[in-house]
């Protein structure tokens, strides 16, 4: 069994931009042996529901609250263990070179589609792959 993340901001397609800062992560459970993708929960993002504001003393004020590292490797670490500990695999739009080094050294797969992408059409191309990959197997 492989878990995977979608990052989204609307629940129906990836969202644009870093994943870390999606509002949300539409989680699915995807068979290796069957090719059955089954969804698992949505997931709020707190990185990602940080006010739309300009101002950097009203961000770092919010993250403080919320007791989340503002910057660097501690914000992705913070982020993996709290809100993507059991996941696999992330799908994306994008990341950027840190995150994008922090996960995968831990062991998760950063996968990314062009942001917009519906995640009904991401659910039916991991259905088709690892059924495609068990037919090659026989």
């Known amino acids: 069994m492989v878990r ?3 990052a989204t901001n609307d629940g129906e397609s990836i969202s644009e931009g870093h994943f870390a800062h999606a ?3 539409v989680i699915y459970d995807v068979d290796e042996g069957s090719g059955d993708v089954r969804f698992v929960e ?4 707190p990185l990602g529901n940080i006010p739309d504001i300009e101002d950097p003393e009203v961000i770092h004020e919010v993250l403080q609250q919320l007791g989340i590292p503002m910057h660097g490797v501690t914000k ?12 696999d695999a992330v799908i994306a739009g994008g ?7 922090y ?5 998760v797969q950063l996968l990314f589609v062009e942001p917009g992408t519906p995640i009904q059409t991401i659910i039916d191309q991991l259905r088709s792959a690892v059924k495609e ?3 090659g197997k026989e």
């Open 95 to 101: 990341a950027c070179e840190m995150s994008y080094r």
């Open 76 to 87: 992705y670490q913070w982020l993996h263990e709290n809100v993507l500990k059991d996941v």
């Open 133 to 135: 990959e068990l037919e």
């Open 4 to 6: 995977v993340a979608m």
């Open 103 to 107: 996960f995968t050294s831990s062991g």
């Open 42 to 45: 949505v997931r709020n993002n």
């Open 23 to 25: 509002r949300k992560y």
